[in-house]
Nanobody
Framework: QVQLVESGGGLVQAGGSLRLSCTAS????????MAWFRQAPGKEREFVAA????????DYAGSVKGRFTISRDNAKNTVDLQMNSLKPEDTAVYYC????????????WGQGTHVTVSV
């Protein structure tokens, strides 16, 4: 098992930047694929970005590609999401998620951190 705690959410103006961080417990952090999801009010949770175990491969939702960057530091058990050029439609609760490398689904989730982008 792994426990995830997000931080860094807040209120920013459109066009601004925000950096989210996720800290994981445990000693096998590098065994997990890490990802960020988000959920806006009344909407389904959606995929934002993911990063491979070694950090050598990343995937992004089309809506954030070119604006967001996911990274990880396995020595510190952290994964970050750098969010630039924020838009009001980025407003959501952002969740850090993890899945063991052989798992089909993301089984571990953080509590979420709110991101509000004002126009």
């Amino acid at each position: 098992q792994v426990q995830l705690v997000e931080s860094g959410g807040g209120l920013v103006q459109a066009g601004g930047s925000l950096r989210l961080s996720c800290t994981a417990s445990g000693r096998t952090f590098s065994s997990y694929v890490m990802a960020w999801f988000r959920q806006a009010p009344g909407k389904e949770r959606e995929f934002v970005a993911a990063i491979s175990r070694r950090g050598d491969n990343t995937d992004y939702a089309g809506s954030v590609k070119g604006r967001f960057t996911i990274s990880r530091d396995n020595a510190k058990n952290t994964v970050d999401l750098q969010m630039n050029s924020l838009k009001p439609e980025d407003t959501a609760v952002y969740y850090c998620a993890a899945k063991y490398y052989y798992a089909a689904d993301y089984d571990y989730w953080g509590q979420g951190t709110h991101v509000t982008v004002s126009v």
